[in-house]
């Protein structure tokens, strides 16, 4: 639970109550004026070892100067920043565990600062708990109140509002993706989706193993031919009917990548629950436009399948055909988040959308060329300009990356209308290469978010170890401002 209050920050009975600090050369300071000269002497005193650097949380005892019972200094950063306001709420309420309440007196100039603020907060305070019970010491606060002078204004409650469905519908991509493969396949995860749009006005529709036959959805057919499990599409749907413009979303959603015949080694099996983080970001993103009564059609496509090794597993060197019959020649069966995707986007601009997103962890080329934290976007000129701007406004790292045409040519296969692999450099270009071949004259952006979608280290701000529900945010503000 979140809370706005333009109380001071002094007289609240928290638990924590949590203020921000910055440094000037290397000396802290303490950011607004919420704490007693007494007290906040005591937190930038040498000693205490506080120095503004991001990510660190000291706390001190409160005594009588306030009303809380620990004080406690988060490093900021820039504080007209606010991602670094986010960032700093996040890495609060992620390590102040084992208590009730915790307020924030950060400096929030206006509703967008309070809202970042709140939003920080709620996606720091995350903790997956389905197959055990945290400690008390370990979990997040159950109350979270956010100091801002407007609190009483339309402008921040509604900010603050949004804030909440924002950070349920990543929490939501988190618990997905944290999800073990033997209880997440294709099947449980369209049921997943049928659940959580129960009671809403979503659309939901599922394709099982023969419809998807049926329908010529051959690369979803491949893929998850070699698993006992077998594929499903799943397309999610927001119409509202005051809606002027629509976008669809195709999420890649292997619940499980063994890398199929192809077969990956162990060590790149481990985190391969993750690789249906894509399908995920596009179930939470049409739950949370549907839940903040968004005008604009949205309708999200989950290509599910689990790619496994097997005797009825598909073969390099097979040929088969994707939905709207283009041929392809699968050389490498560990590509195969491509051949989903490409039954997706094909079903997607069948219904003539004014624009087409794609959202998959899809190459280690990207990790490579950008790193866990930055993700890539691809696609035409306006929709691949408009997802940068809408990453820069949600606080998420998207960077642009181009389509070079001659990297088509490696793609050329001597049996089929195209290959699924090229040359192994610019991997990441040449996979959203290959699915330009799919969208046609569509508006289209392909997000390339295999780094960041799954933190295999330290957890820093608000963004846990484990599922990060990348690509939501961004998405969210792109309808927003469509």
């Known amino acids: 639970m979140i809370t706005l209050t333009s109380s001071s920050a002094a007289h609240l009975s928290v638990d924590v109550l949590v203020v921000g600090v910055t440094s000037d050369d290397g000396t802290p300071r303490l950011l607004g004026d919420?704490?007693?000269?007494?007290?906040?002497?005591?937190?930038?005193?040498?000693?205490?070892?506080?120095?503004?650097?991001?990510?660190?949380?000291?706390?001190?005892?409160?005594?009588?100067?306030?009303?809380?019972?620990?004080?406690?200094?988060?490093?900021?950063?820039?504080?007209?920043?606010?991602?670094?306001?986010?960032?700093?709420?996040?890495?609060?309420?992620?390590?102040?565990?084992?208590?009730?309440?915790?307020?924030?007196?950060?400096?929030?100039?206006?509703?967008?600062?309070?809202?970042?603020?709140?939003?920080?907060?709620?996606?720091?305070?995350?903790?997956?708990?389905?197959?055990h019970d945290l400690p008390a010491a370990k979990r997040p606060a159950e109350e979270i109140t956010v100091v801002a002078p407007q609190a009483r204004a339309a402008a921040a409650k509604a900010a603050v509002a949004r804030a909440e469905v924002l950070a349920a519908a990543v929490h939501g991509v988190r618990d997905l993706v944290n999800a073990p493969p033997r209880d997440l396949y294709p099947a449980a995860?369209?049921?997943?989706?049928?659940a959580a749009a129960k009671?809403?006005?979503?659309?939901?529709?599922?394709?099982?193993?023969?419809?998807?036959?049926?329908?010529?959805?051959?690369?979803?057919?491949?893929v998850g031919q070699g698993s006992s499990r077998p594929p499903r599409l799943v397309k999610v749907a927001w119409t509202p009917a005051r809606a002027k413009r629509?976008?669809?979303?195709?999420?890649?959603?292997?619940?499980?990548?063994?890398?199929?015949?192809?077969l990956k080694p162990p060590k790149g099996m481990e985190t391969m629950k993750s690789d249906m983080a894509g399908a995920a970001a596009v179930l939470h993103t049409v739950l949370a436009a549907a839940a903040l009564k968004l005008p604009i059609a949205v309708t999200g496509w989950l290509c599910l399948a689990e790619n496994m090794p097997s005797g009825t597993a598909q073969r390099p060197s097979d040929v088969i055909t994707q939905r709207g019959g283009t041929t392809v020649e699968v050389l490498n069966t560990d590509a195969e988040g491509r051949l989903v995707l490409a039954d997706g986007l094909v079903a997607a601009c069948e219904e003539a959308p004014d624009a087409v997103i794609d959202v998959a962890t899809l190459t280690g080329a990207q990790v490579i060329a950008l790193g866990t934290r930055v993700s890539a976007v691809m696609g035409t000129d306006d929709m691949r300009t408009a997802v940068v701007s809408a990453a820069a406004e949600a606080g998420e790292a998207f960077w642009p990356m181009p389509l070079p045409d001659e990297l088509r040519a490696g793609l050329n296969s001597q049996v089929a209308d195209i290959a699924n692999v090229g040359d192994r450099a610019g991997g990441m270009l040449t996979a959203g290469v290959f699915l330009r071949e799919f969208v046609g004259s569509t508006p289209w952006a392909h997000l390339d978010i295999a780094g960041p979608a799954f933190n295999e280290h330290a957890a820093w701000?608000?963004?846990?170890?484990?599922?990060?529900?990348?690509?939501?945010?961004?998405?969210?503000?792109?309808?927003?401002?469509?």
């Open 246 to 262: 629509s976008v669809a979303l195709v999420g890649k959603g292997i619940t499980f990548d063994s890398g199929g015949l192809s």
């Open 189 to 194: 995860f369209a049921d997943i989706a049928k």
């Open 34 to 131: 919420a704490l007693p000269a007494s007290l906040a002497g005591v937190l930038t005193s040498p000693a205490l070892g506080l120095t503004g650097e991001v990510d660190q949380v000291v706390r001190v005892p409160a005594g009588d100067a306030v009303a809380a019972d620990v004080v406690a200094a988060v490093g900021v950063g820039d504080p007209s920043d606010r991602e670094a306001l986010r960032r700093a709420a996040g890495a609060a309420t992620r390590q102040l565990t084992g208590v009730r309440s915790v307020a924030l007196a950060l400096p929030v100039r206006d509703a967008d600062d309070a809202a970042a603020v709140a939003e920080g907060a709620l996606l720091g305070a995350y903790a997956y708990t389905r197959y």
């Open 199 to 222: 009671g809403t006005k979503i659309k939901v529709t599922v394709l099982d193993e023969k419809e998807l036959a049926a329908g010529g959805y051959g690369g979803l057919v491949a």
């Open 461 to 482: 701000g608000y963004t846990p170890a484990g599922g990060t529900g990348v690509a939501v945010r961004t998405m969210l503000r792109l309808l927003e401002n469509r």
